[in-house]
C-alpha cells in the first residue's frame, strides 16, 4: 500500500487517502465487534464439540453398535429364515423333489419320443414332398405376375414420365429458393451486416476503448483494490484485538477468580474442613462412649423388667386357664426373672450384664 501510494501521482495519493480514512473508521466500528463475535462463536463452537457432540456422537455411536445393530442383524436373519421357510424352502423342495423329475421323465419317455417320430415319420415328409414343391410353384405364378403386371409398366412410367417430370420440378424450385433467398437477404441480412459492421461495431469499440475500459481501470486500480486491501487489513487487525481481548479476559478471570478460589481452598476452606471433620470424629466417640455408658445400662434394664412382665402374664394365663377348664396337677415353675438389683435369676448362675462383645470393646 505504501509503495503504491509512493508511485501514485498527487492527485491519485490524495484521492486514495480520503477514501482510506472513512474506510478504516466503518472496518474498526464494523468488523471489529463483528470479527469478535466470530471468534466467540468459534471458540463456543470447538468447545461444544469437545465437551458435547463429541461424546455424545461416540456414545450413540457405541449404542448402536453394541445394541441396534445385533438387535437389527438378528432380526433380518429371523426375517430371512421366516421368509425361507414359508416363500422358498417348500417351492423349491416341491420343484426339486416333484416337479422336476416328474417333468424330466415325461420329456425323457412321452414328450420326446412322440415329437421325433412326428417329426421324422410326419412333418419331414409333408414339407419335402407336399409344401416345398407346392409353395415354389405359387412363388414361380407371383413372380411372373408381379413383373408383367407392375415392374415392367411402373419401370416404363418411371423412365418416361417422372423422371422428365421431376427434372423440370426440381429446376423450378432451384430458382424460386434462390429468387427467395436473394430476397430474404436484401431485407433481413444485408441490412443488419451493414449497421453492424459500419455503426454498432465502431461505436462500441471506441466507446469500450476511451472511455469504459480507462473508467474500469481507474475505478479498479484506485477504489476497489485500495478498499479491500483495507477492509483486509482491517479484518485480521480486529482479529488480532479480539484475540488480544480474549487472553487479557482468560488472565482477569485466573488472577480475579481461579487463583483466588485456589487459595481460598487450600489454605482456608480444606484446613476449616479437616478440622471439622476431626471435631465430627471426635464428638462420635464422645456420644458412642456416653451411650455405652449412661444409655446403654437403661435400655437393658427395661429389657429386664419386659421380659420378667412377660413371663409373670404367661404363668398367670396358665393358672386361669388351668382353674377353668382343669388340667393335670404340675409343680410351680419357678420364675426365671432377674431381680432389679441383681444380675442373677431365681435358681440359675449368674448371667452377664453385657455380652461378649461389647466388654472387649470396653
Same mark, same amino acid.
Not at 474498526?28 to 469478535?36: A, D, G, Q, T, Y
Not at 429468387?179 to 454498432?200: C, N, Q, S
Not at 474442613?273 to 444409655?295: D, F, M, S, Y
Given at each position: 500500500?505504501?509503495?503504491?501510494?509512493?508511485?501514485?501521482?498527487?492527485?491519485?495519493?490524495?484521492?486514495?487517502?480520503?477514501?482510506?480514512?472513512?474506510?478504516?473508521?466503518?472496518?474498526?466500528?464494523?468488523?471489529?465487534?463483528?470479527?469478535?463475535?466470530?471468534?466467540?462463536?468459534?471458540?463456543?463452537?470447538?468447545?461444544?464439540?469437545?465437551?458435547?457432540?463429541?461424546?455424545?456422537?461416540?456414545?450413540?455411536?457405541?449404542?448402536?453398535?453394541?445394541?441396534?445393530?445385533?438387535?437389527?442383524?438378528?432380526?433380518?436373519?429371523?426375517?430371512?429364515?421366516?421368509?425361507?421357510?414359508?416363500?422358498?424352502?417348500?417351492?423349491?423342495?416341491?420343484?426339486?423333489?416333484?416337479?422336476?423329475?416328474?417333468?424330466?421323465?415325461?420329456?425323457?419317455?412321452?414328450?420326446?419320443?412322440?415329437?421325433?417320430?412326428?417329426?421324422?415319420?410326419?412333418?419331414?415328409?409333408?414339407?419335402?414332398?407336399?409344401?416345398?414343391?407346392?409353395?415354389?410353384?405359387?412363388?414361380?405364378?407371383?413372380?411372373?405376375?408381379?413383373?408383367?403386371?407392375?415392374?415392367?409398366?411402373?419401370?416404363?412410367?418411371?423412365?418416361?414420365?417422372?423422371?422428365?417430370?421431376?427434372?423440370?420440378?426440381?429446376?423450378?424450385?432451384?430458382?424460386?429458393?434462390?429468387?427467395?433467398?436473394?430476397?430474404?437477404?436484401?431485407?433481413?441480412?444485408?441490412?443488419? !451486416?451493414? @449497421? /453492424? $459492421?459500419?455503426? %454498432?461495431?465502431?461505436? *462500441? &469499440?471506441?466507446?469500450?476503448?476511451?472511455?469504459?475500459? =480507462? +473508467? #474500469?481501470?481507474?475505478?479498479?486500480?484506485?477504489?476497489?483494490?485500495?478498499?479491500?486491501?483495507?477492509?483486509?487489513?482491517?479484518?485480521?487487525?480486529?482479529?488480532?484485538?479480539?484475540?488480544?481481548?480474549?487472553?487479557?479476559? !482468560?488472565? @482477569? /478471570? $485466573?488472577?480475579? %477468580?481461579?487463583?483466588? *478460589? &485456589?487459595?481460598?481452598?487450600?489454605?482456608?476452606?480444606? =484446613? +476449616? #474442613?479437616?478440622?471439622?471433620?476431626?471435631?465430627?470424629?471426635?464428638?462420635?466417640?464422645?456420644?458412642?462412649?456416653?451411650?455405652?455408658?449412661?444409655?446403654?445400662?437403661?435400655?437393658?434394664?427395661?429389657?429386664?423388667?419386659?421380659?420378667?412382665?412377660?413371663?409373670?402374664?404367661?404363668?398367670?394365663? *396358665?393358672?386361669?386357664?388351668?382353674?377353668?377348664?382343669?388340667? =393335670?396337677?404340675?409343680?410351680?415353675?419357678?420364675?426365671?426373672?432377674?431381680?432389679?438389683?441383681?444380675?442373677?435369676?431365681?435358681?440359675?448362675?449368674?448371667?452377664?450384664?453385657?455380652?461378649?462383645?461389647?466388654?472387649?470393646?470396653?
Amino acid at each position: 500500500m505504501e509503495l503504491e501510494e509512493a508511485r501514485a501521482p498527487g492527485g491519485e495519493g490524495c484521492l486514495v487517502g480520503v477514501v482510506r480514512i472513512p474506510v478504516k473508521i466503518v472496518a474498526v466500528l464494523i468488523v471489529l465487534p463483528l470479527r469478535m463475535v466470530w471468534d466467540l462463536l468459534v471458540a463456543f463452537a470447538r468447545m461444544l464439540n469437545r465437551t458435547v457432540l463429541g461424546p455424545l456422537g461416540q456414545g450413540l455411536r457405541r449404542l448402536y453398535e453394541l445394541l441396534l445393530l445385533p438387535v437389527l442383524r438378528g432380526t433380518g436373519w429371523l426375517i430371512g429364515v421366516l421368509f425361507k421357510l414359508v416363500f422358498y424352502w417348500p417351492w423349491a423342495g416341491l420343484w426339486r423333489y416333484v416337479v422336476l423329475p416328474v417333468g424330466q421323465a415325461a420329456y425323457a419317455y412321452l414328450l420326446r419320443p412322440t415329437g421325433l417320430g412326428l417329426w421324422r415319420y410326419l412333418l419331414v415328409p409333408v414339407w419335402e414332398y407336399g409344401l416345398l414343391p407346392a409353395g415354389r410353384g405359387i412363388a414361380w405364378l407371383l413372380a411372373g405376375a408381379v413383373r408383367y403386371l407392375f415392374v415392367l409398366p411402373g419401370g416404363a412410367l418411371y423412365r418416361y414420365v417422372l423422371t422428365p417430370v421431376g427434372h423440370g420440378l426440381r429446376w423450378l424450385g432451384r430458382g424460386f429458393v434462390a429468387g427467395v433467398a436473394w430476397v430474404g437477404k436484401a431485407v433481413f441480412v444485408w441490412p443488419w !451486416v451493414a @449497421l /453492424w $459492421r459500419y455503426v %454498432v461495431r465502431p461505436v *462500441a &469499440g471506441g466507446a469500450w476503448r476511451y472511455l469504459l475500459a =480507462p +473508467v #474500469g481501470r481507474g475505478v479498479w486500480a484506485y477504489l476497489v483494490v485500495p478498499v479491500w486491501q483495507v477492509l483486509v487489513s482491517a479484518w485480521h487487525l480486529a482479529g488480532r484485538v479480539s484475540r488480544a481481548l480474549g487472553r487479557g479476559l !482468560v488472565r @482477569l /478471570w $485466573r488472577w480475579a %477468580v481461579v487463583r483466588p *478460589a &485456589g487459595w481460598l481452598r487450600r489454605h482456608v476452606v480444606t =484446613p +476449616v #474442613g479437616n478440622v471439622l471433620r476431626a471435631g465430627w470424629a471426635a464428638g462420635r466417640r464422645g456420644v458412642r462412649a456416653v451411650h455405652r455408658q449412661a444409655i446403654a445400662p437403661v435400655g437393658r434394664a427395661a429389657a429386664e423388667v419386659w421380659r420378667t412382665t412377660r413371663l409373670s402374664v404367661r404363668e398367670a394365663r *396358665a393358672d386361669v386357664r388351668r382353674a377353668l377348664f382343669g388340667g =393335670p396337677p404340675r409343680e410351680p415353675a419357678r420364675s426365671r426373672a432377674r431381680t432389679l438389683g441383681s444380675n442373677r435369676a431365681a435358681g440359675d448362675t449368674p448371667a452377664p450384664e453385657i455380652s461378649l462383645h461389647k466388654q472387649q470393646q470396653g
